[in-house]
């Protein structure tokens, strides 16, 4: 089976540029979260969403963030425009919640972003 | 917020040592995961804890969840090369989100 699918594995770019990442969840799963991981701060969690639905995103840090999730097969994080604070890895993760709340959380490989 | 402090933060040892690592908060947690990361890799699940005092063992990996559902701890037996990477604790509180702790990173060395 296969797991979350996250796209591009790596962006390179530079400050002010548009950058969309891209998720997968598992089929079948009702719950997407984004995460962000840098040294400095540890796994973050910057939005979750319910059955396509954003419960909550007050992790995203600024305006320049957005996330979406248009059907229960495809999620974006968007930032517009990218500033150099913003290089980390970006990971998407997928759970069915169940009676007993989110379950286990299955992540993707990341997507490495570098803002120069 | 609700945060969880991982210790060590670091921590390098000898092949077949045996280590235990810690996840501690000051809130309650309705359950708690704790999750490997390998470079390059998303996190995995190893075990999910629910009740307060509860053990569990995986192979070599023993969990416990601190009687007052506030603190856990894993424990490795004959640490082995296989075992290196970042450990992550997580706590489930009223809500659905997962708080993840700061992470310990673990070395074993052959």
């Known amino acids: 089976d296969a797991g979350v699918i996250q796209s591009p594995r790596h962006e390179v770019t530079e400050m002010g540029q548009e950058v969309t990442l891209r998720c997968k969840p598992i089929?079948?799963?009702?719950?997407l979260f984004w995460y962000r991981q840098t040294m400095m701060r540890g796994l973050e969690l910057l939005i979750y969403?319910?059955?396509?639905?954003?419960?909550?995103d007050s992790g995203m840090p600024e305006d320049r963030f957005s996330a979406k999730m248009p059907n229960a097969s495809f999620s974006t994080l968007k930032i517009q425009p990218s500033e150099p604070r913003d290089s980390a890895v970006y990971f998407c993760?997928?759970?069915?919640?169940?009676?007993?709340?989110?379950?286990?959380?299955?992540f993707g490989e990341g997507s490495r972003l570098t803002v120069l | 917020t609700q945060l969880l402090e991982q210790s060590p933060q670091f921590l390098s040892i000898q092949e077949g040592e045996n280590l235990t690592v810690y996840c501690n908060s000051s809130?309650?947690?309705?359950?708690l995961q704790w999750y490997r990361q390998e470079p390059g890799e998303g996190p995995v699940l190893l075990v999910t804890v629910v009740t307060g005092g509860e053990v569990k063992k995986l192979k070599r990996l023993t969990f416990q969840f601190g009687d007052a559902r506030k603190d856990s701890s894993l424990h490795i037996t004959a640490a082995q090369p296989g075992d290196t990477g970042l450990y992550l604790c997580?706590?489930?509180?009223?809500?659905?989100?997962?708080?993840f702790g700061t992470g310990t990173r673990l070395t074993i060395i052959p």
């Open positions: 089929s079948g799963h009702d719950y």
């Open positions: 809130s309650v947690f309705s359950s």
């Open positions: 969403f319910n059955n396509n639905v954003p419960i909550d």
């Open positions: 997580a706590g489930q509180g009223g809500n659905e989100k997962l708080t």
């Open positions: 993760a997928s759970s069915y919640g169940g009676a007993t709340g989110t379950g286990e959380l299955f």
